[in-house]
């Protein structure tokens, strides 16, 4: 990511280990992965225990994605959290001020 080459990116994320045994269990994960594909996704994967399910893009297509994942899952009648949200830049802090 932090290259910026979107190729990479793309490649980075086609997991060949895990994902292709999970996915299965995930109710319409196929058409969600080419949903967020096609509003300009680079690619999707299943975060943690799967849960989550987490595509990366731009700022330009990030609503596109968020919309049109949202849309698919409502396909299959899974009302899904789908949110777009910024990468943090900063990393941890720690604060010392005591309340």
């Known amino acids: 990511m932090e290259t910026g080459n979107e190729n990479w990116l793309r490649c ?23 949903a967020a594909v096609n509003a300009g996704a680079y690619g999707m994967v299943i975060s943690g225990a799967g ?10 297509n990030a609503e596109a994605v968020e919309r049109e994942m949202a849309a698919a899952w409502m396909e ?13 830049t900063q990393g941890a802090q720690v604060s010392t001020e005591l309340s």
């Open 12 to 34: 980075a994320l086609q997991d060949k280990i895990h994902q292709p045994y999970r996915q299965s269990l995930i109710k319409g994960y196929e058409a969600v992965q080419q």
């Open 51 to 60: 849960p989550t399910l987490l595509a990366l893009t731009d700022v330009a």
């Open 76 to 88: 299959f009648g899974v009302k899904a959290d789908v949110r777009a949200i910024g990468l943090d």
